[in-house]
DNA sequence: CGATCATACTTGACGTGTCACATAAATCGG
DNA sequence: CCGATTTATGTGACACGTCAAGTATGATCG
């Protein structure tokens, strides 16, 4: 009667409510802003990711392993990405010239335009529908929650 | 220069924070919980969810689109959804009664205890994961925002 | 040098979600 | 009762993510 078989910590209703809540906070924000932004700029949430990531970067191009690392995405997932991506004409794909292991994602110049126009309108999705929605303590509390579970996932910062 | 030419409110470092780890947050947080799951019983999030849903009623019976609305999902989602676990001898569909038009769900014995196996072992790991790792403050305060944001979406409660 | 291992990335199969559209039965106004 | 509309659900195409396996190049060590 010891170890696996001893009765589970069900969740108390303030424990629910946190966890419930943030289901429901996670399907629906999410499908929101993912909407928003399909809706002004053509882009989905990942589109947006790897643009911004990418157009942070030094002349606009960067090494897939090290996109993989920053966005914390598989290796697998952002090469799927990045092929529907270039379909598109947002990104292009070019060998490294030093390692032929090794690939180099550029920004298109239809890329750079897509996230520059699709930024200021991203930014005022995510102020209405979530920051600006909070109080200042609200938004300190959220990064703390965020950073410990993180933390415990072995993922701080 | 004013209305769509106005300059954007960015975020600042502060809000960036929230963000930024609320999205870190459910990327890493979802994977790992969902993949306990996995491990464990054999269940996706979402089968879990429909199975607990549909137990907690009544014969473990429910319309499908009482379901839909209890879940939040789209009827378009659960549709596919049930295809699949039907598949898998989770659940079976039954016609109305009553309506020719509606459909009703309904738990098959694997169904069942699959989600009575599968409990114990989830509320762990979402204890593990999430909820014992916050203070009860952050629980609140969790719950908290969950709540102003649906609110704000239109979905109170 | 050559076998072996590590590294960097790709690919295929499949589960999952959305959108748009299809289907069919109930309901309602005349 | 009949035709238009509404309600309840299903389907197909496609985007996205994971897992496992594949390919190819670089590095290491006898």
Redo the contacts between chains.
Sequence with gaps: MIGVMT?????SP??M???L??R???????A?IARDLADQAGLSDQDYDVLSNLSAHEDHRAGIGELAKEL?WSHSRLSHHLTRMEKRGLVARESHPADARGAIVTLTSEGRSAIVEA???H??S??E???D??T???????????????G??G?AR
């Design positions: 009765e589970p910590r069900w969740l303030e424990e409510r946190a966890w809540g943030y429901r906070l996670r399907n629906l924000l999410d929101r914390r930024a200021p309108g930014v005022a995510v102020r529908h979530l920051i929605v909070m200042p303590e609200q938004v300190r509390s959220l990064g703390d929650i965020a950073e410990a579970v993180l415990r996932l993922e």
